[in-house]
DNA sequence: AATGAATGAGAATTCATTCAT
DNA sequence: CATGAATGAATTCTCATTCAT
C-alpha cells in the first residue's frame, strides 16, 4: 500500500482515538498524515470513504491480531485462552486504539465485498475453536454468537474499563476473569 | 421539569439514536422538539451541555430501570435474573435507544457530580447484590468491576446484536444464557 | 420580496454582468449584497437555485419593459417600432445588464412553471402583434419565431456592439435600422 | 501545429460546447485529450491563455468557412446567399459547436494582434460584399456592421433556435428567410 | 518533452450561537 | 420567556499549477 495512504489511515485513526469523531477534520488529518488537504483525495472518495477504508484496515489487523498463534491442534482451553489474551493485549497495548473507546462500532460501514470477506476470516478460527469445543461435548450447546458475547466480549469490556482507568485489572484477577468466562461457557455437570 | 426542557433532551436522543452524532444539529433538535432555536439555550449552555445533560438524563433513566422489581429480600438469584432481564428488556423495547446503538457511550462526558451521584445510585443495587452473593459464597471472589462484565455485560451485548438484526435470540437461548451467565460469576467446586 | 433576497439577486446581477462566471464567488455575492454568506442559504438552495431565480427574475423584468407602453388599438408599425425600441432602450440603459453580455442564455435553467408562465407572457403580446400584422396582410408569412429573429433581434445584437463600444450607433442610423427591420418581415409587392 | 497541441484545442472545444465553462477543469481537457495535466503547460500559459487560443482557433475556423466559395466576381445577391448559408450550415452541422451555444461570445479575450488579424481576414470578404452593394446602389446607406446585425445575424440567431431544438425551420421556410434579410438590406425604390 | 502525483489556495455549504423583536 | 432571522467561522472538497522523475 502507498506510503501516503498508510500515513493517512494510520493519522485518522490516531485523531479518533485521541479526539473522537467530532474533532476530526480532514485538515488535521492532513497535518497529522504530512500530507496536503487535497492528497487525501487522491486515495480516497471523501470523507465517508476514509472512514470505510478504516474499518476495512482495522478489521484486517484485528481479525490477524485475535487469533496469533492459535492452532486447531492446541488444546481448545489453550486456543480459548490464548485469543483471550489476544484480545486484552492488543486492548492494553493500544494496538488498535479505536477498539478501546467503543468507537470502532461507531465507524460508518458499507456492505462491502472486502470486510465481508475480512469478517469471515476474522472469525474462522473462533467458529473452528467454538465448534470443536461443542463436537467434543465440553463447550455449551449455544450459537457461536452467544458463546463469543460469554467468553471473549468480557475481555474486551474489561480491557476498556482498564484503558480508561476506570478500574484496574492485576494479574491474578485476569487469570480468575479467565477461568471464570471459561466457566460461562463450558457445561457443569 | 420544564416541559421543553424535557422535549429537547427527547428530541435529542432520538436524533443521535435515528442519524447518529454527524445528523444532530440544533436546529434539527429545535424543530423535532417544536422550539425555536434559540430556546434551546435558555435550558442550555451549549450544545455540549446538552449532551452532558442529557447523558445524565439517560443515565438516571437506565438506573432506574436496571434495578426494577429488584429488592434485596428477593433470592439471589432472582435479583441477578431480575437485573439480567431488565437490561436485556430495555434494550429489545428501544427504551433508551442510545444505549442499544453504542452511543450512548460516545456521549461526551464531563466529571459532574450529578454524574457520579447517578453512578453511584446506578449500581448500589447491583454493588449490594454482588457483595451479598459474595458474603454468602455464592459468587467468585472477584470485584463486583469483573462480576458485571462477566454477567450483565453480556445481555447488553446481545441485545445489541439483537436489534441491530446480527442474530436472532429465541426464548430458550435467552435462558440458556442467563444461566450461562450465572455459571460465569457463581463458585462450582 | 424580501429586502435581502433583492438584494442578494441585484448583487448576482451586477457582479455576472462585471466579471462573469468566473467571477461569482458566493463570498462575493454576500459582500456586494451586505449580508452574511450563511443568509443567501435561506433564500436560495444552493448556488444554481439563485441563477435559477436570477434567471426567472431577469426574465420578469424583460417581459415587463419589453411590452411597455404597447397596445393592441395601436397601430402596427407603431407597436412594432415601440417594442423595438424597448428593446434598444433597456440595454443601452443597463436595466438587464445581462442581456447585454450574451450571459442570460447562459444562466443555467430548469423547466420550473414560473418560468413557462413568463415566458409566455412576454410572447404574448408579440405574438399578438405578428398575428395582427399578417392578418392584415402587411406581415411576410413567416412563423413568429423567424419574424422575431428578422425584426427585433438585431435591436440586442446592435446595442450589444453599441454598449460594448465595438461600434456606436446614431439617432440617424437608428431610425434607418428600424426601418429596415420592418423592410425585413412586410411583404413588397 | 503540434498533434498535441491541436489534440488540446478539440478537447476543450468539445468539453465546453458538452458542459459548459462550469464543467471545464485542466484534468477533464488532459484526459479527454489524452496527454498529462502537465503537458497542457508546455503549450499553454495558463487556463486563461488556452482558451484565448482557442478563441482564436475558433475565429480562424469561422472565418474560414464563412467566406467559403464566395469571390467577388459572383453577382451580389449570390454571394450573400452564399454566406448566409454558410454560416446557417456550419450551425447546422454543429462544426463549430461553441457557436450554437452561444458560449463563444463569453470565452475570455485578450486583445492580441493575432485576433485582430483574424477578425479583419473575417470581415475582408464580408466588408467588400456589403461596400460593393453599396457603390452598386443596390444595399441601403447604412454601416457594415448594420448591415450585418440585418442580413446575416438572424442566420445564426435562428439556426441557434434549430438546434436547440426550440423550433424548427424546413427548407422553404429557410429561403424565404433569406429573402426577408436581402429585403432587410437593400433599398425598396 | 512528457508525466502525473502532490500541492494548497479557494470555493460552496453548514451550523452553533446571538440578539432584536 | 420565546422566537427565528442573521451571522460568520469552520468544514469538505475541487482544481489550476508545479516539479521530481
Known amino acids: 500500500m502507498s506510503d501516503k495512504k498508510e500515513r493517512i489511515l494510520q493519522a485518522t485513526e490516531k485523531l479518533l482515538a485521541e479526539y473522537g469523531f467530532h474533532g476530526l477534520s480532514m485538515q488535521m488529518v492532513a497535518k497529522e498524515a504530512r500530507v496536503a488537504a487535497g492528497t487525501i483525495?487522491?486515495?480516497?472518495?471523501?470523507?465517508?470513504?476514509?472512514?470505510?477504508?478504516?474499518?476495512?484496515?482495522?478489521?484486517?489487523?484485528?481479525?490477524?491480531?485475535?487469533?496469533?498463534?492459535?492452532?486447531?491442534?492446541?488444546?481448545?482451553?489453550?486456543?480459548?485462552?490464548?485469543?483471550?489474551?489476544?484480545?486484552?493485549?492488543?486492548?492494553?497495548?493500544?494496538?488498535?486504539?479505536?477498539?478501546?473507546?467503543?468507537?470502532?462500532?461507531n465507524?460508518?460501514?458499507?456492505?462491502?465485498?472486502?470486510?465481508?470477506?475480512?469478517?469471515?476470516?476474522?472469525?474462522?478460527?473462533?467458529?473452528?475453536?467454538?465448534?470443536?469445543?461443542?463436537?467434543d461435548g465440553v463447550f455449551k450447546d449455544l450459537d457461536n454468537e452467544i458463546l463469543s458475547a460469554l467468553g471473549l466480549e468480557p475481555s474486551a469490556c474489561l480491557a476498556r474499563k482498564h484503558v480508561n482507568g476506570v478500574y484496574a485489572v492485576d494479574d491474578e484477577a485476569l487469570n480468575a476473569t479467565i477461568d471464570a468466562c471459561w466457566d460461562a461457557i463450558i457445561k457443569h455437570k
Chains 1, 2, 3, 4 share one sequence.
Open 107 to 135: 465507524l460508518p460501514r458499507r456492505n462491502s465485498q472486502e470486510q465481508r470477506r475480512l469478517e469471515k476470516t476474522m472469525f474462522a478460527k473462533v467458529d473452528t475453536m467454538f465448534n470443536q469445543g461443542k463436537a
Open 41 to 105: 483525495y487522491r486515495y480516497f472518495e471523501d470523507k465517508d470513504d476514509l472512514l470505510y477504508q478504516l474499518h476495512d484496515h482495522i478489521l484486517g489487523y484485528v481479525a490477524n491480531k485475535l487469533t496469533a498463534n492459535v492452532n486447531d491442534e492446541m488444546p481448545i482451553e489453550q486456543q480459548f485462552r490464548t485469543m483471550w489474551l489476544n484480545i486484552w493485549n492488543m486492548a492494553i497495548n493500544g494496538d488498535a486504539p479505536l477498539i478501546n473507546r467503543g468507537q470502532f462500532e
